[in-house]
């Protein structure tokens, strides 16, 4: 064996050995087991994300990419918007916000969420993106803004919730835990008359500083309401679908916006599940996912409504079946044909909107 070979034989032999050690006192040695995790609590906790807080762009950040369908990579429906050093919330399915709270994104200033509709994937974790923003260090109540019927969802959140806001109010002090911010306000989108708003209609709802925020109805039928929305931030924008069939309120109120984020069905896929539910004899599975086929969005179909709204980039999301990402970012773009940039959307996607530019970053939070 040459020196080198030599030197190279021993180095990596007391490597092993060193990282061999290392192994076993970190399962043996409770003193190094408390340094290891001491240093993970460390770096998690120094995390700062007070950047993406800076007033420089219109921002989204994706907390839930999914459907109802249960994924393992994705939440359901969640966006957090920041504009302003401001977080807005639009739509919070199960489990999407502990996505928020792990990526260390600052939510104490979060004032105002937007249902898109009641499907419980657009609703599910209201409850808990309310009380981890109050633990996070939330001292107003969130308002949350949907169609008619706000009210009971708001409401019956606010109920099943006030056992856990009174303990916690107890338990930490009013002047940790106030228990008036605990409590969820319902702001009803709806028109003059109270009726929801139906086929194009639409208004600006909120109006935040340079931020306005405008609900618009979508097709969701036999869903209504069903909203969409569109955030306008210093010349930037960005709009959501929400659930919906292709529909003229998107080219409408999507005019040349600069993001659509849209949802998508890869079609031939559910009915692909439904035909095998069925051939295997679950007529309930095959029933229901047949039933999806007819209130969604095809990606194909995405993309003309971007085009047709002179929209230039396209972030498909609500993707429904569920797959890897790899496979999706495959099933999801094919056969999409369209002007805009079309970017598959998955949990810990950032876009990024530069103000004065007509720039659009795509990254990813990292975790
Ligand atoms: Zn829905
Ligand atoms: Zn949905």
């Known amino acids: 064996m040459s020196r080198i070979g030599k030197i190279a034989f021993w180095g990596f032999g007391a490597a092993a050995i060193v990282a061999g050690l290392g192994i076993v006192a970190l ?69 999407s916000f502990s996505r928020v709270v792990r990526w260390r994104i600052p939510v104490s200033g979060m004032a105002h969420v937007f249902l898109t509709h009641f499907h419980s994937d657009h609703i599910g974790d209201l409850g808990e993106a309310n009380m981890q923003s109050w633990a996070g260090g939330r001292r ?9 019927g706000i009210e009971q969802v708001v409401g019956g959140f ?35 008359d109270g009726t929801p708003f139906t086929g194009t209609q639409g208004r600006v709802v909120l109006t935040d500083g340079d931020l306005t925020v405008t609900a618009f109805a979508v097709d969701h039928a036999p869903i209504v309401p069903a909203y969409g929305y569109r955030f306008d931030y210093k010349g930037r924008s960005v709009v959501f679908s929400g659930d919906t ?30 035909q095998t539910a069925a051939e295997l004899g ?24 971007a085009d047709d709204a002179g929209i230039s980039h396209v972030v498909l999301s609500h993707l429904a079946p569920p797959m890897p990402q790899w496979i999706a970012e495959i099933m999801f773009t094919r056969n999409v044909s369209s002007k805009a940039e079309v970017h598959v959307a998955f949990d810990g996607m950032l876009i990024e909107l530069p103000l004065g530019s007509t720039e659009v970053r795509f990254s990813e939070i990292s975790r």
Do not use: W
């Open 158 to 192: 606010n109920m099943a919730y006030a056992p856990d806001s009174s303990y916690r109010t107890a338990h930490h002090t009013e002047a940790y835990m106030p228990i008036a911010a605990s409590v969820m306000q319902a702001s009803l989108m709806a028109n003059d």
């Open 245 to 274: 069939v292709p529909t003229p309120s998107i080219s409408q109120f999507g005019a040349k916006a600069d993001v659509l984020i849209n949802e998508a069905m890869a079609m031939e896929v559910v009915d692909m599940m439904s």
């Open 140 to 148: 107003t109540p969130l308002t949350v803004h949907g169609g008619p």
């Open 27 to 95: 399962r043996f040695v409770p003193a190094v087991q408390d340094f290891a995790v001491g240093r993970m609590i460390a770096q998690g906790m120094a995390i700062d994300r007070s950047g993406l807080m800076a007033d420089d762009a219109l921002r989204v950040i994706v907390c839930g990419s999914g459907s109802p369908m249960p994924d393992p990579n994705r939440a359901p429906s969640c966006y957090l918007v920041i504009a302003g050093g401001k977080t807005y919330l639009v739509d919070a399915g199960a489990g």
């Open 282 to 305: 679950n007529d309930g599975l095959s029933h229901l996912l047949h039933d999806t086929l007819d209130y969604h969005t095809s990606p194909q179909d995405a993309a003309v409504m």
